[in-house]
């Protein structure tokens, strides 16, 4: 699986029980505190090969700092959160790369494992399956809201616990069910990434805005206007490819909005569904079914209200 696919990392087969995954990430600072964007960091990089079902076992950093304006204890501070978040993993971080830059930028390439067998791709959904999110959406109108100083301590501590929670649960919890397709939900929003998921497997979406979880803040942010422009875009990009029923233009950019270490987006077999939700409970993964597979032109979306 190469550059060839719309996949979320590359993965080499090195053997008939072996493959090697990996894929690189790195973004400027979505959070005013280094070390909770540190493990942000660490944890939208990691996702990538959670979304394959692969196991990561080593990182390199990828740093660019303004050392001559910046103190470099701030550079400490975001490498330690890299390095926790890496342990809580179990991944090893072997070392990296920096340069001088007019401003942050952090970022891991990682590598993982995972039998050739067992690779999860977002190619493979079929007519009919359920789709299971695993984090809430709203997070690229939180960030750019605490970029322009306008919510709350307890917005920004939830905020930062959804980014920088591991999808290792929801990742392990889907290998043991058996599902048919997976992608991370990040900068291209729940749609954009849904929609390339129906383009690989040749299949429409069906997504009920009712059961999709948001964070409530963003509900509030969206009508005040404070929306990213990387969500405008997303929007944009998906204009023909969505067919909107009743739905309003702030709900359609809540839908689009560009995430930072969102959740996976899985589907999931009808026979199975049940014993995905229970495994994703058991792991203290809040899951919910907000559509399913359809036949019907590929890559295109219907959403309606439930």
Not at 19 to 31: G, K, Y
Request: some cysteine; aromatic content about 4%.
């Amino acid at each position: 699986m190469g550059p060839g696919s719309l996949d979320d990392a590359a993965v080499y087969r090195i053997s008939d029980d072996l493959a090697l995954v990996q894929s690189v990430d790195f973004i400027t600072p979505v959070v005013d505190d280094p070390h909770d964007f540190g493990a942000i960091v660490a944890a939208n990089a990691l996702s990538d090969l959670y979304a394959k079902g692969a196991r990561p076992i080593l990182a390199l950093n990828l740093v660019g700092f303004p050392a001559k304006t910046l103190p470099l204890h701030i550079l400490g501070e975001i490498l330690r959160g890299g390095a926790e978040k890496a342990a809580e993993a179990g991944v090893l971080v072997a070392g990296g790369h920096s340069l001088n830059d007019s401003e942050p930028k952090y970022g891991m390439a990682v590598t993982g494992l995972v039998h050739p067998d067992q690779v999860v791709t977002n190619a493979g959904a079929k007519a009919g399956d359920l789709l299971f999110l695993t984090k809430p959406l709203g997070i690229g109108l939180i960030t750019t809201a605490i970029d322009r100083r306008l919510v709350d301590p307890a917005t920004i501590r939830r905020v930062v616990s959804v980014m920088s929670k591991l999808n290792r649960e929801a990742s392990e919890a889907m290998l043991k069910v058996g599902v048919d397709a997976c992608t991370d939900v990040t900068g291209f929003g729940l749609l954009g990434h849904l929609h390339e998921m129906a383009l690989a497997s040749g299949l429409s979406a069906e997504v009920g805005l009712d059961r999709v979880p948001v964070l409530e803040e963003a509900w509030e942010l969206v009508r005040r206007g404070v929306v990213p422009e990387g969500t405008h875009n997303n929007r944009h990009y998906l204009d023909g490819k969505v067919r909107w029923e009743g739905i309003s233009r702030e709900e359609q950019l809540v839908l689009c909005d560009a995430q930072t270490s969102g959740g996976l987006l899985i589907a999931c077999p009808p026979d199975r569904d049940e014993r995905l939700a229970t495994s994703m409970e058991q792991a203290g993964v809040e899951a919910a079914v907000i559509g399913r597979m359809a036949p019907g032109a590929s890559g295109e979306i219907l959403v309606r209200r439930s």
